[in-house]
Structures are given as C-alpha cells and as structure tokens.
C-alpha cells in the first residue's frame, strides 16, 4: 500500500503519517488507562505498525535521493545504529519507569515522546514537500569511479 499512498498523496504528508501514527497509538493507547479494552490497544498496534512502516519508506526513498551514492551506505548504516541503538536505551528507561511509577506512567511518557517526535517532523521543512526532491547529479570523479573496471592488486614474489 506504501507505492499507493505516495501515488495519492504529497510526500512531506506521507513522511508525516508515521510519527502522527504514532503519536495517535500513544494515545489510544493511553486511553486504556481510563478504559481497559483489547480494541484500543488492538487499535492502536495497528497505529503503530501502519503508520510508521510508511515512514520507513518514505525517508529511505528520501535519504536514496539526496544522499549521493557513494555515501548511501555510510548513511543508511548511522540511520540503523541510530535508531537500532536507541531501542535498549528506551527499554531500559521504560523498565525503569514502569518498576518506579508504574505502567501508567510509561504509557504517559510514551505519549509525551511521540507527541515530541511528531512536533518536530510538522515544524520540519520535510513535512511540507511536495513531492520527492530530484537526486543531485553525480560528480564527475564519482561518476568515473563508478565506470573504471576494478583493479586488483597481485600480491608481488
């Protein structure tokens, strides 16, 4: 559905749907404090999964855009630790939350990070983009670099 939903609407909307998504499922998640029922936290996994997966495709067919090839990889892997990396970080601060205040209170901080990280893509020039930005036109030498056969060196003796 990703390739469907780019089609019909603008890519900064597109980009912005995952972390108000997310900050939607916070939310209704939230909610299940005042009102304990399977349908809003089934709700609000469906948030969390839909929502951000098209985040996930949007910003890596922006960052495969604007990232000039011969830097995609060495980009793509600090956006992996990056985000990877902070998933222990955000567990344990959950753990240690949960154990001190209780799951209420991890459910309300939840919330106040989405609704944090949402603020900050809608304040962001990317959630008003249009459509995708053109790549930057490779540079010669890169370009170049790219065309040469491979050489290897033969070990000497």
């Known amino acids: 559905l990703g390739a469907r939903v780019l089609r019909h609407l603008r890519f900064g909307t597109v980009v912005?749907?995952?972390?108000?998504?997310?900050?939607?499922?916070?939310?209704?998640?939230?909610a299940t404090i005042l009102v304990p029922s399977p349908w809003l936290a089934g709700a609000a996994f469906f948030l969390i999964g839909a929502g951000p997966m098209l985040w996930?495709?949007?910003?890596?067919?922006l960052r495969?855009?604007?990232?000039?090839?011969?830097?995609?990889?060495?980009?793509?892997?600090?956006?992996l630790v990056?985000?990877?990396?902070a998933r222990p970080l955000g567990a344990a601060l959950?753990?240690?939350i949960g154990s001190r205040w209780g799951i209420d209170a991890c459910l309300i901080l939840a919330t106040i990070g989405f609704a944090i990280q949402a603020g900050t893509?809608?304040?962001?020039?990317v959630a008003r983009?249009?459509?995708?930005p053109?790549?930057?036109?490779?540079?010669?030498?890169?370009?170049?670099?790219?065309?040469a056969p491979l050489a290897f060196a033969r070990p000497s003796g």
């Open 129 to 132: 983009l249009a459509v995708l």
């Open 134 to 147: 053109e790549p930057e036109p490779v540079p010669q030498r890169a370009a170049q670099a790219a065309s």
């Open 56 to 61: 996930t495709i949007s910003t890596t067919t």
């Open 121 to 125: 893509i809608l304040a962001s020039s």
């Open 16 to 30: 912005a749907i995952g972390p108000l998504c997310g900050f939607a499922a916070a939310l209704v998640m939230a």
């Open 64 to 79: 495969q855009s604007v990232t000039p090839p011969e830097l995609l990889g060495r980009t793509s892997a600090i956006v």
């Open 82 to 85: 990056a985000t990877q990396g």
């Open 94 to 96: 959950g753990g240690l």
